[in-house]
């Protein structure tokens, strides 16, 4: 079946620096990839998606390539705040659509000043 | 536009006894997925019901079920509560079921505590 693997936490960083948070799939065909963000006691917030290979994801100054070749989906910010201190969650659809997401186990982000 | 909303926010329950959550979506979204959080577990997908039907399941017993309304609104229930069953419930509202890629809005949560 489907399965989303992703580093693991936490991943502690100094505000200013660069955030990497590996991901890579196992799949059939061409899913959708997803990143979510979970704050504290609060539920899951779509980041960032894209739909088929070589597509670049994109919001608030973070970015993901859909890179089929290697089956990854990594996120990347260059200047990471303090409010950016959350889980991040990379999820896959299966190809041909549906809502069924398959989540990694996630990545919680420490932004210290 | 109001969000998902999920009542009640915080349960506790004793092992053996049933209990029932209810999702509210997004006005106008006819998908609502529910997903079980757990540390230990993770993120896994429950079901999926899209028009009163359900479209989807996951891989969890049968105690665990759902249902939808005709106005969208969603409720799970779990039967014979574990200690196992405590976790965070998620719920999920898009306004599609069908192809394509369309943007699920979460709910907070249904925080169950099972003793």
């Known amino acids: 079946g489907d399965s989303v693997t992703q580093m693991e936490g936490p991943v502690t960083l100094s505000e200013e620096a660069f955030l990497t948070i590996n991901c890579t799939y196992t799949a059939t065909g061409y899913p959708s990839l997803f990143w979510y963000v979970q704050y504290p006691g609060e539920g899951l917030q779509l980041l960032l998606k894209a739909t088929k290979a070589d597509d670049k994801g994109s919001n608030k100054g973070f970015e993901a390539t859909y890179r089929k070749e290697t089956t990854s989906f990594h996120l990347e910010k260059g200047s990471v705040q303090v409010s950016d201190s959350a889980v991040y969650f990379c999820a896959l659809t299966p190809t041909g659509g549906g809502n069924k997401l398959t989540f990694g186990t996630g990545t919680q982000l420490k932004v210290e000043l | 536009k109001a969000g998902v909303t999920q009542t009640p926010r915080y349960l506790i329950k004793t092992r053996g006894q049933q209990v029932t959550l209810s999702c509210s979506p997004i006005?106008?979204?006819?998908?609502v997925s529910w997903y079980q959080q757990t540390p230990g577990q993770g993120l896994q997908f429950l079901f999926e019901?899209?028009?009163?039907?359900?479209?989807n399941k996951g891989n969890f017993p049968g105690r665990f079920s759902g249902r939808q309304f005709s106005n969208s609104r969603s409720e799970m229930n779990v039967s014979t509560l574990e200690l196992g069953d405590s976790a965070l419930y998620l719920c999920?509202?898009?306004?599609?079921?069908?192809?394509?890629?369309?943007?699920?809005?979460f709910g907070p949560g249904t925080r169950l505590t099972v003793t």
């Open positions: 999920a509202s898009s306004s599609t079921g069908g192809g394509g890629i369309y943007e699920q809005y």
């Open positions: 019901y899209f028009s009163e039907t359900q479209r």
């Open positions: 006005s106008g979204h006819r998908s």
